[in-house]
């Protein structure tokens, strides 16, 4: 078992450091403000090769191998965890488009993505549906080399900054629930797509939102997997962006952890600092060790899928006790920073409001505990 570094990846990660220091962190408050991301910054994630880096650089990628990708995303996310989101999506998008597009779509789509020219989201979730991700009811019709599409798509993140979804439609009947669902990539931009915003808690600079689809006809080569399977096909990648949202969210509580050991170092009370207290410094240092673990289990998933072994379990894992352990060091650093604390002159506020999301998106905690079950005792 070896946990090194190569030089070439500690060089990959300083340049990422550096990136996060200076063009991330300053302004994850701004960006919040402003509720969006500037595509500028994104163009320049791309340039450096942030957006999707496990790609062929036949393809417009790095050729980065999975581990490497989730320790440049980890980097982003201490700068600002809603900007990671972008090269957690491209990774898992660009994935599955890699391996069940058209030859043509993905020269055409897959560079730019790796550019950050397009922004691409994630099109599946709808209003009757949530958990229960394959009951869809948005449609696509065939006719002749295209679809015809209409429907809603509702909590889509980036539903307004986004050029081009992976969208999930239903060309079978809803008795073949999730084998009669069919994946599509779709320009926003063509006519008859509407999107409307919503006003969330966190995760402002992503945005979350609906897409509206009225009579919207998309040629048919753009249709990613068989008819009928993309469901299934597609959301065999969800467990790389498990792992790197676990990451993500893990990256906010080292933050707040090493903010809050130095603080206490400095703050005194009754003449001491507040460091001598073990009421203080027991939760930080059971914290420590909740993290440490969590962020082992993260990284093993993509060590697995690097083997290409199962890691299904492990994403699941990843997904359900990282945010939420994520949310619970941020709380504590929150409570022990006092009134400042609760204060938005101190970030922990915005980041307990933005890391709160990801427990609920890309698969709440009890779905993920059933898969983890599943793995276990199998499908009852």
């Not at 040629?219 to 997997?225: H, I, K, L, S, T």
């Not at 929150?334 to 709160?356: K, M, N, T």
């Amino acid at each position: 078992m070896d946990f090194g570094l190569s030089d070439f990846q500690e060089s990959i990660l300083d340049t990422t450091r550096k990136f996060s220091a200076e063009k991330l962190a300053p302004f994850y408050k701004t960006r919040e403000q402003e509720g969006v991301f500037g595509r500028d910054l994104i163009l320049e994630m791309g340039q450096l090769g942030f957006l999707a880096p496990e790609v062929s650089e036949s393809l417009g990628g790095s050729g980065l191998d999975v581990l490497t990708s989730g320790l440049i995303t980890e980097i982003i996310a201490e700068g600002d965890m809603n900007v990671a989101y972008v090269p957690i999506n491209h990774s898992l998008l660009s994935s599955c488009i890699v391996r069940h597009g058209r030859p043509e779509v993905i020269e055409e789509i897959i560079p730019k993505m790796c550019s950050g020219e397009i922004l691409v989201c994630v099109g599946l979730t709808e209003p009757k549906g949530g958990s229960d991700a394959a009951n869809l009811s948005l449609s696509a019709v065939r006719d002749g080399d295209s679809y015809i599409l209409n429907g809603e798509k509702t909590s889509i993140s980036m539903a307004e900054q986004a050029d081009m979804t992976v969208l999930f439609a239903r060309t079978g009947t809803q008795e073949e629930k999730a084998r009669g669902v069919s994946a599509f990539i779709v320009d926003l931009n063509t006519p008859g797509i509407s999107r409307g915003r919503f006003e969330d808690l966190g995760e402002k600079s992503v945005g979350r939102g609906s897409l509206f689809f009225d009579d919207v006809k998309i040629d048919a080569r753009y249709r990613v997997g068989d008819e009928g399977q993309g469901f299934i096909q597609v959301m065999q990648g969800f467990d790389f962006s498990r792992a790197l949202i676990g990451l993500q969210c893990l990256a906010v509580a080292r933050n707040c952890l090493d903010e809050t050991w130095q603080y206490i170092q400095e703050r005194e009370t009754f003449g001491k600092p507040l460091a001598a207290n073990q009421g203080i410094t027991f939760p930080l240092a059971e914290a420590e060790t909740q993290l440490e673990g969590a962020r082992m289990v993260c990284l093993k998933a993509l060590w697995l899928k690097s083997q290409g072994l199962d890691h299904t379990k492990e994403a699941a894992m990843a997904k359900w006790w990282a945010p939420k352990l994520a949310f619970d060091i941020t709380h504590q650093c929150l409570l022990i920073h006092g009134h400042g604390g609760y204060s938005e002159e101190l970030p922990f506020a915005q980041r307990l409001r933005d890391v709160l999301g990801m427990q609920i998106g890309d698969g709440t905690a009890q779905i993920m505990k059933m898969v983890i079950a599943r793995s276990y005792v199998g499908k009852i």
